[in-house]
C-alpha cells in the first residue's frame, strides 16, 4: 500500500520565478492538506482540498494557490517566490470517512528560493 | 489566536530512560490530539494520538497522558533508545472534518547510548 508520494524532492527557484509542487495522497483517502515547514519550526498549515475545491485555508496569501484532480491528487503553486518562501513543503492525505483525523505525511519538497 | 504550546526545545536522554515532552493548549474546542515524529529529511510520521474522553492511552514504549482540565498533553517514551533520537511534534485540532492541525514548535531528542 503505496504512502504520500511527493514530487520533485528538491527544488532550487530564483526570487520572483513561480512553482508547482505535486502530491499524490494514500490509497482510500481523498483529501489533501499542504503545509509549510521553515527550519526549526513545526509545519504551518497553508490550505485543503476536498472534492476538487479549496475547503479551509490558513493564513498564506493569494500567491499559494492549489488544485485537486479527480483522482485526488493535487498540486500546490507558489507564484513570485520571495526568498522567505524557502522551506520543506509537506503533503498530507486523510479520509472522509475516517473523519481526516488521521493525516498521514509525504516526504515533503525542500524548495530553495535564492 | 489557536496555540499549542510545546516544552522542552530540547532533550537530552540516556539510553533506557524515560523521556517526556509536554503541550498545552488553549483552544477548547481541540478534541484530538496527535504526535508525530520527525527524522531528518523525512516527514512527520503519525505516532500515537488521544481524544479528551480518555486520560491515558498507550501503544508499546509510547504513552500520551491528557488532562482535560489543565488543557495540557504529554508524550512518555519509555526505555528510550538511540533510534528514538527525532524530533517530535504535539499538534491539535477540531471536530469538524478537515480541521487543520496546529502543530507545536518541536522537541529534539537526543538518546545517548
Known amino acids: 500500500d503505496a504512502g504520500v508520494t511527493q514530487s520533485p524532492t528538491h527544488l532550487i527557484k530564483t526570487r520572483g520565478q513561480q512553482v508547482t509542487l505535486r502530491c499524490s495522497p494514500k490509497s482510500g483517502h481523498d483529501t489533501v492538506s499542504w503545509y509549510q515547514q521553515a527550519l526549526g519550526q513545526g509545519p504551518q498549515f497553508i490550505f485543503q482540498?476536498?472534492?476538487?475545491?479549496?475547503?479551509q485555508r490558513g493564513n498564506f496569501p493569494d500567491r499559494f494557490s492549489g488544485h485537486q484532480f479527480p483522482n485526488y491528487s493535487s498540486e500546490l503553486n507558489v507564484n513570485a517566490l520571495l526568498l522567505g518562501d524557502s522551506a520543506l513543503y509537506l503533503c498530507?492525505?486523510?479520509?472522509?470517512?475516517?473523519?481526516?483525523?488521521?493525516?498521514?505525511f509525504g516526504p515533503g519538497t525542500r524548495l530553495t528560493v535564492t | 489566536q489557536q496555540q499549542v504550546k510545546q516544552s522542552p526545545q530540547s532533550l537530552i536522554v540516556q539510553k533506557g530512560g524515560i523521556s517526556i515532552i509536554n503541550c498545552a493548549y488553549e483552544?477548547?474546542?481541540?478534541?484530538?490530539f496527535p504526535w508525530y515524529q520527525q527524522f531528518p529529511g523525512k516527514g512527520p510520521a503519525l505516532l500515537i494520538a488521544i481524544r479528551p474522553d480518555v486520560s491515558e492511552k498507550k501503544e508499546g514504549r509510547f504513552t500520551i497522558s491528557f488532562n482535560k482540565s489543565a488543557k495540557q498533553f504529554s508524550l512518555h517514551i519509555m526505555d528510550s533508545q538511540p533510534g528514538d533520537s527525532a524530533t517530535y511534534f504535539c499538534?491539535?485540532?477540531?471536530?469538524?472534518?478537515?480541521?487543520?492541525?496546529?502543530f507545536g514548535k518541536g522537541t529534539t531528542l537526543s538518546v545517548s547510548s
Open positions: 498530507a492525505s486523510s479520509s472522509t470517512g475516517q473523519g481526516h483525523y488521521e493525516q498521514y
Open positions: 483552544n477548547t474546542a481541540f478534541d484530538y
Open positions: 482540498y476536498y472534492e476538487e475545491e479549496e475547503r
Open positions: 499538534a491539535a485540532r477540531g471536530y469538524q472534518a478537515g480541521t487543520a492541525l496546529i
